[in-house]
């Protein structure tokens, strides 16, 4: 089994950024896809936010693409999600996820606004 932990999440103004992290409790990056999905409230779905393959591709859904950067430190056994020019509609849990492993973090709260 793997853990997985979130952080870096937090309270921003429209326009602003935020980097999030998950920490894996061990080295999986290289054979797991990863990746990074959002909940927002009032009982919304949870959606794909962006995937990073084991061999370095990247995929977006098409609401974050050029805003989002999704990206990993081996060394580190951490992913990250670099997101920039943040809307209100970002406002979101976000949650951490292991392919491979069938396996969620605990998630992290991003609040867009004013």
């Known amino acids: 089994q793997v853990q997985l932990v979130e952080s870096g999440g937090g309270l921003v103004q429209p326009g602003g950024s935020l980097r999030l992290s998950c920490a894996a409790s061990?080295?999986?990056?290289?054979?797991?896809?990863m990746g990074w999905y959002r909940q927002a409230p009032a009982g919304k779905e949870r959606e794909l936010v962006a995937?990073?393959?084991?061999?370095?591709?990247?995929n977006y859904a098409e609401s974050v693409k050029g805003r989002f950067t999704i990206s990993r430190d081996d060394a580190e056994n951490t992913l990250y999600l670099q997101m920039n020019s943040l809307k209100p509609e970002d406002t979101a849990i976000y949650y951490c996820?292991?392919?491979?492993?069938?396996?969620w973090g605990q998630g992290t709260q991003v609040t867009v606004s004013s």
């Open positions: 995937t990073l393959t084991f061999d370095g591709n990247a």
């Open positions: 061990r080295t999986i990056f290289a054979i797991s896809t």
């Open positions: 996820y292991s392919n491979l492993h069938g396996a």
